[in-house]
């Protein structure tokens, strides 16, 4: 585990008060990054150095998984949507029959990280055989920057988007390009997606990496008749205007609750303009500024601060306690076919 990660009286004080008797149980996690230390061995300083979330989390096996959720959420039945960290340099192979493994010991429901330049047959074989509930592909796959600007075909290709259309799986995507969720070429992606694949469950992490709620609001509209045929997941994502915009206009089923774990384990919130987001956090990482260093004692984890937007969000827009079950639990059990 990260030494890093540690639960302090604070932290105990805000889920009791914000948290404790608000969460239902059981929880399904659906976004956590699963690996061992020898899968993501290969992987540079200069990649980690390039991107604040490696820096935070890079390694966790399932055993430190179990651990964090219970020191998080004492008490409460959490279950797994295990994804491999998505990075070039890992052993992609070696990562997805780690996972497949715990899908067999029923530990997770997991999915298969692709590679652009993999085989339909290979692909269709390891889908299968690994009793995967379907496919994480990831833009790292076909460019080495953050939201770069490449297609969504460039690293889910069109023959791998067939056999999840073919066996019913899903696809769990994280958007390229600078305009993300609002970007016209996104949009027209995710439409000829959902349109021409219409077997396949797609899924858009982080709300389209809508962290700012422009960029919701501007793809949900531009997503016109396919809105209602996508879903999205909710992780990192702590923006209430995010959540706020996401209840008012989408179903509720088509909202999962994800974490991102293990990038997101430390102490902290963000701050927003318009278009950008900032992290203000207490731990010591090489980006971390220490802009707000007088208040990082009162902060909670990242992940609580998350958790209460989206409940705070759900009782203002009147949600059931039936909507609160299904968006932390059941509605990642229906996507992924989970258990
Ligand atoms: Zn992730």
Not at 30 to 36: D, P, Q, R
Not at 240 to 245: F, K, T
Not at 267 to 286: I, M, P, Q, V
Request: with cysteine.
């Amino acid at each position: 585990m990260y030494g890093y990660f540690q639960k302090d009286d604070n932290d105990e004080r805000f889920y009791a008060e914000h948290l404790a008797n608000r969460l239902p149980d059981p929880i399904f996690d659906a976004h956590a990054h699963l690996n061992l230390p020898e899968h993501v061995s290969r992987v540079s300083q200069q990649t980690i150095n390039g991107d604040w979330a490696l820096e935070c989390g890079l390694v966790m096996p399932y055993e430190d998984a179990v651990s964090y959720h219970e020191t998080l959420f004492p008490n409460l039945k959490m279950k797994i949507l295990a994804l491999p960290w998505p990075l070039p340099e890992a052993d992609i192979p070696a990562n997805n029959a780690y996972l497949s493994g715990l899908a067999g010991e029923n530990k997770v429901t997991a999915l298969m990280t692709i590679r652009p330049e993999w085989d339909a047959e290979y692909v269709e074989k390891q889908l299968l055989a690994g009793g995967f509930a379907g496919f994480k592909p990831y833009p790292y796959m076909a460019a080495s920057e953050k939201g770069a600007e490449v297609s969504i075909f460039d690293f889910l290709p069109h023959h791998h988007l067939e056999i999840a259309d073919k066996h019913g799986k899903a696809v769990l995507l994280h958007l390229p390009r600078k305009g993300r969720l609002a970007d016209d070429d996104n949009i027209h992606e995710i439409r000829t997606i959902v349109q021409r694949y219409p077997g396949l469950r797609l899924v858009i992490a982080h709300f389209g990496r809508s962290f700012n709620v422009k960029y919701l609001k501007e793809g949900l509209i531009k997503l016109g008749d396919d809105k209602g045929a996508v879903y999205f997941d909710t992780a990192a994502v702590i923006n209430p205007a995010v959540h706020r915009e996401a209840l008012q206009h989408l179903r509720s089923d088509q909202i999962l609750f994800g974490m991102d774990l293990p990038i997101l384990l430390w102490h902290g919130k963000r701050r927003w303009t318009e278009t950008e987001y900032f992290n203000l956090c207490r731990e010591d990482f090489s980006w971390n500024k220490h802009t707000d260093a007088d208040n990082e004692k009162s902060y909670t984890f990242f992940v609580y601060e998350q958790c209460k937007a989206m409940l705070d969000c759900m009782e203002e827009e009147g949600a059931s306690a039936q909507t609160v079950k299904d968006i932390f639990h059941h509605n990642a059990v229906k996507v992924y076919g989970a258990k």
